[in-house]
């Protein structure tokens, strides 16, 4: 799966996971994860996640493994979408130095061209409809494969 977290000002921070099941449980209050450090999960106003293996006809005509293929739509995503926490880096004097995402040769990055352009465009269609989705709950599917968290709402019911 992808994931976002957005705060009030906007979109943050994208990665993805293979363990979708133990992220989905402690994301939402920041528990193991080194973003919540940076920033506390009291002040996200949005988490996205997008199960991409669940969404309809996912795995047809991928010709890499589960795995680079998150890694693939977790560079794309973050090369499109910019999320600050991901597109800058420390340099070793302690300023910041920005990514320049057309020049990695990481693994997602290889893999982020032409064979996984027809998902990609699926899992961006869902990052923008719940990245724009008003759910009443604190946590809401709002498509297949596609769901909303609201950490503010979800720490403040106590659940």
Not at 40 to 53: H, M, N, T
Request: aromatic share 6%; net charge neutral; hydrophobic share 45%.
């Amino acid at each position: 799966m992808v994931y976002g977290v957005w705060l009030a000002s906007g979109l943050v921070y994208v990665e993805q996971t293979a363990q979708a099941q133990r992220r989905l449980r402690d994301l939402p209050v920041g528990e193991s994860h080194h973003l919540a450090s940076t920033f506390p999960p009291e002040i996200w106003a949005r988490v996205v996640v997008i199960a991409w293996p669940r969404l309809p006809g996912a795995a047809s005509g991928l010709e890499v493994d589960a795995q680079t293929v998150g890694l693939a739509l977790e560079h794309r995503l973050q090369a499109e979408l910019r999320p600050m926490a991901n597109h800058w880096t420390r340099t070793p004097a302690g300023g910041w130095r920005e990514l320049q995402w057309q020049r990695s040769t990481s693994r997602g990055a290889l893999a982020a061209g032409e064979a996984i352009e027809a998902l990609f465009e699926q899992v961006l269609r869902s990052w923008v409809t719940a990245a724009d989705a008003c759910p009443e709950l604190a946590v809401a599917d709002v498509a297949p494969g596609c769901r909303v968290v609201l950490p503010g709402k979800l720490l403040r019911s106590g659940h």
